[in-house]
């Protein structure tokens, strides 16, 4: 389910028309012979770091033709399970450790959000879609002390499920 309106987005729209796609995921409709704007989330592949990402999109513009064929990945990838573990440099758990993510969004403004934090155990329970991350970090974003995870750090994440992070002497992320 799309909205398709004339002219492009911020334009103030002629019409604007809820379109249903058939199973087959084709719509038909009319509409002038002018510019239209499909107003619909989307998301475009990419590599980064080793990995396949891919960022939500919003809207798209089309020029004037009697058809269009527009092929996108229409729903977001599943989530799963991930685990980060957070100890001090000589093994013991830090609790309290809140943990955020960042996702790829061409959109501006902000696009991360706090996700858990570490129980009693050092453990976090993340539940989250490997490709949609930027980037993940520890601490909150007003402290000087929030660390993202490194590029291996991430990639050892997404691909074993797990990691331990091991924080350095005198850390600002231990707490008092």
Known sequence: MIFVRCGLRGDRPRTRRLVVTDNDGRAQFTAPLEPLYLDATYYTGSDRDGRHVLTMEEGIKLEPERRHVVRQIWEPPPTRLFRIKVTTAVGVPVSGVPISEALNTASCGVNWAIVAATDG?????????????????????????RRPLTVQELNELFEKGRVDIKLPPGSRLEGP
């Open 121 to 145: 155990d050092g453990n976090a329970n993340l539940d989250l879609a490997p490709e949609m991350i930027e980037s993940i970090f520890l601490g909150r974003e007003d402290d000087d002390s």
